[in-house]
């Protein structure tokens, strides 16, 4: 295993939380409920502290003067390797409850493998993370059962939801070389595994709150290796333009 491999795969793991919480942050102030937006805001928190996990391993990798914020705020978008799934707005709060409920139920999985991982660093982060994954899928299940199995109006506005945020969906569960590569070295996780126990969490979430699982197999990929849609450049620019704008100003 070359470095740039696992490199790559960092950056993978550490740019999809990070887009993931800068999405989520959007919320802040705006949920339904103060409850709940107290709750969506923690998960956003939650998933920058691994990417900075991710993207501080990931910047020892590289070496010279990268540091995990020039990872984060000095790149651009064709220089990121998140899902494509992670990038998607925030429409109301059904659309991203359903993205949420697709990551987090596929993120548990992956997290779970990871523990395994014969990489020791990236093992002890999904080893610290885990708890609050845990959390995260079941919070987000019990949403989709609430809102699936509640109004009429739920009901159709999740089931919408659903159908609209599918197509992301395929590329995370989708081994591409790197991954192949990764899983053979031990380090990286079978997601055909990871893809066989997502479906049957799928199910049966979407069984409880009533819902229909999409049939449509057409699915959007690109994120892993740089190639994503236009909304990823809307969220670099809110969230890079403080240090873009003032490279050497310090708290």
């Given at each position: ?14 740019d999809t939380a990070l887009i993931l ?19 969506l805001t923690n998960i956003a928190l ?59 139920t596929y993120n548990y999985f992956l ?141």
């Amino acid at each position: 295993m070359n470095n740039s491999d696992l490199y790559e795969y960092t950056l993978r793991l550490g740019d999809t939380a990070l887009i993931l919480g800068q999405r989520l942050s959007e919320w802040c102030g705006h949920g339904p409920v103060l409850e709940q937006d107290i709750a969506l805001t923690n998960i956003a928190l939650d998933q920058i502290g691994q990417a900075r996990q991710f993207l501080q391993y990931a910047a020892e990798l590289k070496g010279g003067d990268t540091t995990e914020d020039s990872l984060a705020y000095h790149r651009d978008a064709h220089q990121f390797r998140n899902l494509l799934l992670v990038e998607q707005d925030n429409g109301h709060w059904g659309d991203t409850l359903a993205r949420q409920f697709f990551f987090d139920t596929y993120n548990y999985f992956l997290f779970e493998r990871l523990m395994k991982s014969s990489d020791e660093r990236i093992s002890s982060i999904a080893q610290k993370a885990m708890k609050e994954i845990t959390y995260h899928a079941q919070w987000s299940a019990e949403w989709i059962i609430r809102l699936g199995d509640g109004t009429e109006e739920s009901h159709d506005k999740i089931q919408k939801s659903i159908n609209d945020i599918w197509m992301w969906t395929g590329e995370m569960l989708e081994a591409d070389e790197l991954d192949l590569r990764m899983h053979e070295a031990g380090i990286g996780v079978d997601l055909t595994e990871v893809t066989a126990l997502w479906n049957d969490k799928v199910d049966e979430i979407l069984k409880l709150a009533t819902l229909e699982k999409p049939e449509s197999a057409q699915h959007q990929r690109g994120g892993k290796r740089g190639v994503h849609s236009e909304k990823l450049g809307y969220v670099l620019a809110e969230m890079q333009h403080i240090p873009k704008s003032y490279p050497n100003s310090k708290w």
